[in-house]
């Protein structure tokens, strides 16, 4: 028997270690079989070039066995194994010296990063969980096996074993604090996490499997027959997952059943996906999904897994993906993707912009081949994807560019054009005098009912835009384009929204407006209303209240994350109240004699404005409900 110590100049490696990593001491059981994995496909490699002469890859498996007696947790794999010298050197002085540079160069950004593949550390992680660890490793070139232990100091021994097969196990004494990691459901549930796609079999335990009924028994046999069983090993990974094969492998049953395999609490379909696979000038593969997101921009329990080489990192792909697509769902896989860094290190860096930019066109293309293949299916999708478009239409100027030819403008009627198309359609009847197209868009259609119809009785077109980030939307799309505006229907009387050449003419005079304006003034809320006397036609509503489009989206703006100007979004609410002078009712409040007669007009005709706009609330709701009924007494 021999014993050393380990090659490290830092005597309180193991402390530095526990608490460097603690925050991340689960990862300890990625790490231990990212490494009998990699042993494993070392070997099939080395058979696979004929370099490992005379010996028989067979279908290895990594065993994960808990021996609760003992207090140990034991990770055997069928690899390549070591020799006693290759224990010496990869273990003892590679791991070590990489582990302090790790700790040097990543105490500060990185404590609660995974540290796969980094500096060899990953053995150690162990440590953070085991008082002692004990290797038993045999070489795939045969010789004698080793047996290395370590109790958690920089002191260890290496001797001699027996040992029948070749591969290495990793026997890790628990830690009494760490007592968790004995018990079979948290196991389970680390496996499920981090190995449930990684490429060699994974054996936790076994499980009983009912056998299949055999055929042609009689009525009599069929009777007395029970059903037979067996223990079968309990596989708890899929080796081959779908992002792993060619798109020419799968149908699409296989993305919807992968799909269901990554997220089994969720119950609804996906509406697509798209296959990544590229191999330079970096190498990425994956799935994603767009999954059904309506109106909903809440972040997404459900997100976008990022893997290297099969092995689980993490949920959170900020700054791997753009942000738009970070509402998606699936699955990268890409060694070019650096871990442990912070999120400006990785929007600086070369090979993920490559990655990011690469996503992002292949999401474009993927939208107009469904939108080019099939218009009628992707029309009937669009309000459940619009956020994800709108978002990265917002965000990313590549995809704004590509989604003009498959982002929708839906109208009240369901009806769906692309903007060219939209612009074709409105140009004749929805150009103003000064030559700019007006689109005019409702936000809610129940509630903006009756200046929908004002407008349709035009003849105009009117978009539904019910996103909560339109007003951002529409903002870029009128800096972008020439001669456009958006006008919101409810922000002004019909007549003008589109200013035409042509003048109403008004029932009353000068004057007599003047003293209908000073008679509303005295009764109405002027920190709330502003008063305005328009000619409209005579069977128009006699009130209408209406929120300037500026005003308006930029509070909205400023309320849904950025934009606003002059913080308008804490302002309070200011409305126009337009007043229809040719309708009969504002002729007979002006011709009114008694002052208290015509107040109650003017209040009445008010909250029905207000009841119409959805701004009659609480009390003064009530109230405007009890006068209503006494006045049909």
């Not at 279908?59 to 010298?85: Q, S, Y």
């Not at 920089?154 to 004995?182: M, V």
């Not at 965000?395 to 612009?423: G, H, I, M, R």
């Amino acid at each position: 028997m021999a014993t050393g110590t380990i090659n490290v100049s830092v005597e309180n490696i193991f402390p530095l270690i526990k608490k460097f990593l603690y925050s991340d001491h689960e990862i300890f059981l990625r790490e231990l079989i990212s490494n009998a994995t990699d042993a494993t496909l070392k070997l099939k490699h080395l058979t696979a070039i004929g370099e490992a002469k005379g010996v028989e890859y067979g279908n290895p498996h990594i065993e994960v066995k808990i021996d609760k007696d003992n207090g140990t947790l034991h990770i055997k794999d069928h690899g390549i194994g070591m020799t006693k010298d290759e224990v010496e050197k990869y273990i003892n002085q590679v791991a070590f010296s990489g582990a302090e540079e790790f700790l040097e160069k990543y105490k500060d950004s990185a404590k609660d990063s995974g540290i796969i593949g980094h500096f060899g550390l990953g053995f150690y992680s162990a440590f953070m969980v085991a008082e002692k660890v004990e290797i038993i490793t045999k070489s795939y070139k045969g010789g004698t096996a080793a047996h290395w232990t370590c109790e958690g100091s920089t002191e260890f021994t290496l001797e001699d074993a027996e040992k029948d097969t070749r591969g290495t196990e990793i026997i890790l004494h628990i830690s009494d604090d760490e007592k968790e990691f004995l018990e079979e459901g948290r196991i389970s549930e680390l496996l499920t996490k981090y190995n449930k796609f990684m490429p060699i079999p994974i054996k936790f335990g076994t499980k009983t499997e009912t056998l299949p009924k055999p055929e042609g028994l009689t009525e009599e046999e069929e009777k007395d027959y029970k059903a037979e069983t067996k223990e079968v090993d309990n596989i708890i990974n899929n080796p081959n997952p779908a992002w792993t094969k060619a798109p020419t492998e799968l149908e699409e049953e296989d993305y919807k059943g992968f799909y269901r395999e990554l997220y089994p609490m969720q119950f609804e379909e996906p509406l697509f996906n798209i296959h990544l696979n590229v191999d330079y000038p970096f190498n990425l593969t994956g799935i994603l999904y767009f999954p059904r997101l309506g109106q909903d921009m809440n972040i997404q329990k459900d997100r976008i897994q990022l893997y290297q080489n099969q092995v689980f990192v993490t949920d959170n792909v900020e700054g791997i993906v753009p942000e738009f697509l970070t509402m998606l769902r699936g699955v990268i896989d890409s060694p070019d993707i650096p871990l442990n860094v912070s999120r400006s290190y990785l929007q600086a860096d070369g090979a993920v912009k490559k990655i990011s930019a690469y996503i992002t066109r292949k999401v474009a293309d993927k939208l107009k081949s469904l939108f080019n293949e099939n218009r009628e299916d992707f029309e009937s999708k669009w309000n459940d994807i619009k956020i994800v478009i709108e978002y990265g239409m917002l965000s990313e100027d590549k995809f704004y560019e590509k989604a003009q030819k498959f982002a929708l403008y839906p109208t009240v009627d369901n009806e769906y054009y692309t903007f060219d198309e939209l612009q074709e359609k409105l140009k004749d009847n929805q150009t103003d005098k000064d030559g700019n197209l007006v689109v005019l868009y409702a936000s809610n259609q129940d509630e903006q009912h009756s200046y929908i119809d004002a407008a349709k009785a035009k003849g105009y077109k009117v978009l539904l835009l019910d996103s909560p980030i339109i007003s951002h939307l529409l903002q870029k799309m009128e800096g972008e384009k020439e001669k456009i505006s958006f006008v919101r229907v409810d922000s002004d009387q019909v007549d003008n929204l589109i200013k035409k050449d042509e003048e109403k003419i008004s029932k009353l005079s000068e004057e007599e407006k003047e003293k209908l304006k000073g008679d509303f003034e005295k009764v109405i809320p002027k920190e709330k209303y502003t008063v305005q006397m328009e000619a409209m036609d005579s069977d128009a509503a006699p009130l209408l209240i209406t929120q300037p489009e500026f005003m308006r989206r930029m509070k909205e703006m400023q309320q849904t994350g950025g934009g606003g100007m002059f913080g308008m979004g804490n302002m309070p609410e200011m409305y126009n109240l337009v007043v229809n002078t040719n309708h009969p009712l504002i002729s007979e409040i002006l011709n009114t004699k008694t002052e208290k007669k015509q107040e109650r007009l003017i209040k009445h005709s008010l909250d029905l404005a207000r009841l119409s706009q959805n701004l009659l609330k609480g009390e003064e709701l009530t109230n405007f409900v009890k006068r209503s009924f006494d006045m049909v007494k």
